[in-house]
């Protein structure tokens, strides 16, 4: 007797401001009825990340800030992890100082797209940055159980729209979790030449392809120098990387 419709109700005048005796009187329910549905709703944590997540939004409009999204995609297939075995997924990404605020941007792309909260936790030589949601898996997919190599990694219809919208942030995410940016000196008759290189290692071949992949879309060239190692060496090439990079710390 007591429908969802009902609840809603209940739910839209409390939202409303409306104390719960006056809610219970509007609707002609007990009042300890509604204290309950109002006390076992989920934490507000929970139901805020529910709202904030795009996927499960029923206009399902794709995330309110795409290049956020296309960099912390970037950053989770380079060298994050989603751990789905606690009680409440985490999303955890371990920044080194290579790059100048690589924590405080992995921070601001969380939040951007689902986190309310991100944890910074000071581990060896670099800094865990994490997010707590029930609702990552849904905006990673990619999660499973293992190391990414050892699992098929396939970005689904709606990730490519967004990668392919934003090719740049997408790589930025790579080359900043599992990218370096070095020098190569060179002495020629005396005289110095530096020669700049982007390198990004990764062991899985699907992330290397989707970092290829991204690359020529961004029309920056590039050739593989091993199995797992991808070098980014023409100057034209390396000033354009740079445009997405951006500079180390
Ligand atoms: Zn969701």
Redesign the pocket.
């Known amino acids: 007797m007591h429908s969802p419709e009902m609840r809603a109700r209940v739910r839209a005048l409390r939202a409303q401001g409306n104390n719960i005796r006056s809610v219970a009187r509007t609707l002609a329910l007990p009042y300890t009825t509604v204290w309950h549905w109002c006390v076992d709703r989920p934490d507000p944590v929970q139901a805020n990340s529910?709202a904030r997540?795009f996927?499960?939004r029923p206009d399902q409009v794709g995330p309110s800030d795409p290049t956020a999204y296309a960099y912390l995609l970037g950053l989770y297939l380079g060298d994050g992890h989603l751990v789905t075995t606690d009680r409440v997924p985490v999303l955890r990404i371990y920044c080194t100082d290579t790059w100048l605020n690589l924590i405080e941007s992995c921070d601001a792309a969380m939040r951007a797209v689902l986190a309310n909260r991100v944890q910074r936790i000071q581990k060896q030589g670099c800094v865990a940055v994490q997010s707590t949601g029930?609702?990552w898996p849904?905006?990673i997919p990619q999660h499973g159980p293992g190391k990414k190599h050892q699992r098929p990694i396939i970005l689904a219809g709606w990730q490519q729209e967004i990668v392919t919208a934003q090719p740049g942030h997408f790589v930025r995410g790579l080359f900043h979790s599992d990218g370096c940016r070095v020098s190569n000196r060179v002495t020629v008759r005396g005289r110095e030449y530096v020669y700049p290189r982007y390198m990004f290692v990764n062991e899985s071949a699907d992330i290397m392809g989707l970092c290829q992949w991204a690359l020529d879309l961004l029309g920056i060239g590039w050739r593989m120098n091993r199995r797992n190692s991808l070098s980014v060496a023409r100057r034209e090439a390396v000033a354009a990387l740079d445009r997405h990079v951006g500079p180390k710390s």
Do not use: I, V
């Open positions: 529910a997540c996927r499960c029930k609702h849904c905006l």
